[in-house]
């Protein structure tokens, strides 16, 4: 019983540590981190609608799913170049960063419009 109790205690401080941490990032982190999980939640939606209705234009099914997770990813790369704290990308210029960020969504949805056929 005592076992469960410290697991408990240990898993609710982790859980204030988190939460003050997140506390103190910057607004513009935190919403790249909402657009990242709106991206996330939208590919298992249509992976969830796939599973219950079917696949039948399964390309469909892979543009959209891969549309969201590639969509994710480049908006995770735009966060870790735009996080002040990161030394590695402290003279790359935010403006910069999200034209890569708008620039590599291009290609990624061109080439997904190409997949669809």
Known sequence: MAREKSSKDNAQALFHSLRSAYAA???????IDLY?????????IQVVYMASVGSFPFNSFLSGVLSCVGTAVLAVCLRIQVNKENKEFKDL????????????????????MNFLG
């Open 25 to 31: 990032t910057p607004v513009n982190l935190k919403i």
């Open 36 to 44: 990242v999980g709106f991206a996330v939640f939208t590919a298992l």
């Open 93 to 112: 210029p935010p403006e910069r960063a999200f034209a890569d960020f708008v620039l590599c969504n291009l290609v990624l949805h061109l080439v997904i």
